[in-house]
């Protein structure tokens, strides 16, 4: 793994002040990524659409001050001071530090909001990190402005990396695939490469409605829920059975075979929930509301011959994923039955998305 490829060897430019603003993409993950090493090494290739509307939009502002040996920074969430969330980001700073010795030099100012509720129960770390990365290389181009924009998005995905793995995927879009993978080129541990190949048409601007069946407090944080694959009984052949099933995933999304889309998902899904439910201590993440939505949703398939599945996260939330030319038949059924399901109804329309944008 060569990562000294991201050590800046010379910083042209001398900056005294900066500010940057990132607009970046949360991202659902199709094959899924549960179980790592240090430092933030997947145990499996996984990959995921990026989504268009929820995200996070942060701004860092940069003053040169002394240099010190930790990183120096304020955090603000939604206009107001976070000391909460100020740990997780010094350790961010801690681990990339040996990438971006620049921000050693700077007191960085951190402003940063979500285009979705914060206690949704919908993940932040992924946009919220892959924001703060792509706002770093910002401020590393504007020192070395050769940079090219193919070495900042690897960069910016390997900078998220060591944040949240997942947020290796939100830097670039519609399809991110994260993890060394024989059959998908260029891929790579430590960082999310596009999918490389030819997308069918029927994948294009699929949707994703999130629906929000607990608010709450995530019970196992991502952490913990990685950890609990070290001494899992099931590991070894999770880990084969993911790598397998993104070769499978990789030609069903060249293909457009819906059906086999379909059951793939689903069953990364139910295979997430299901290392849960077998390890020690064991989790059920899902809500009564989760599994009554998946019951509708298999029924309405069979019933109206749809191309609607699910997919889920380390928690109770559904993610309805459905082709663009179903819409008229899908929306109606969410708003009309499934929102019953919802904690106050909520849910969220999104759709497949580019990735970073620069503000
Ligand atoms: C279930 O990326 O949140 O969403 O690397 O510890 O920050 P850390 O974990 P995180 O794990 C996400 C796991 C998942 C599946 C996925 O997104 O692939």
């Known amino acids: 793994m060569n990562t000294a490829q991201f050590i ?34 997947p145990k499996n290739a996984s990959i995921s659409f990026t989504l268009k509307n929820c995200h996070t939009i942060t701004t860092i502002d940069f ?13 603000f969430f939604e206009g107001k001071e976070k ?34 509720p914060h206690s949704s129960g919908i993940a932040s770390s992924a946009s919220g990190l892959s924001a703060i990365a792509m706002c770093l290389m910002s401020l590393e181009q504007k020192l070395n402005p050769n940079l090219t924009q193919e070495f900042i998005h690897k960069k910016a995905s390997f900078l998220a990396r060591l944040g949240s793995g997942s947020a290796s995927r939100s830097i670039e879009g519609p399809l991110v695939v994260w993890g060394a993978h024989p059959e998908i080129a260029g891929s790579s541990d430590i960082f999310g490469v596009q999918f490389p190949y030819k997308v069918h048409s029927v994948f294009e601007n699929y949707q994703d409605a999130i629906l929000l069946v607990d608010k709450g407090e995530k019970q196992v944080s991502s952490t913990v829920g990685h950890n609990l694959m070290h001494a899992h009984p099931f590991a070894e052949n999770r880990f084969k059975q993911a ?27 139910l295979t997430l929930h299901a290392m849960m439910l077998t390890s020690n201590p064991y989790f059920i993440l899902m809500k009564p509301n989760t599994l009554e939505i998946i019951h509708k949703i298999w029924e309405f398939r069979a019933t109206q011959n749809s191309n609607i599945c699910f997919t889920l996260d380390a928690g109770a939330n559904v993610h309805v994923l459905y082709p663009q030319s179903e819409q008229d038949t ?29 503000l």
């Open 8 to 41: 800046p060897k010379i910083l042209l430019e001398k900056i005294e002040k900066a500010s940057f603003t990132w607009q970046t993409p949360s991202n659902i993950a199709l094959v899924k990524y549960w179980g790592k090493s240090n430092p933030q090494i």
């Open 63 to 75: 003053s040169k001050k002394e240099t010190t040996e930790t990183a120096v920074f304020e955090l």
């Open 83 to 116: 000391e909460e969330f100020k740990p997780k980001i010094a350790a961010f700073f801690k681990r990339v530090q040996e990438y971006c010795p620049y921000i050693l030099e700077y007191k960085m100012s951190i402003n940063s909001e979500n285009s979705f």
């Open 243 to 269: 790598n397998e099933n993104l070769s499978k995933m990789s030609k069903i999304l060249q293909e457009g075979d819906c059906k086999a889309f379909i059951n793939l998902v689903e069953s990364e899904a």
């Open 330 to 358: 899908v929306n109606p059924f969410i708003e009309n039955v499934l929102a019953d399901y919802c904690q106050k109804k909520q849910y969220i329309y999104d759709s497949v998305g580019l990735g970073a944008k620069k």
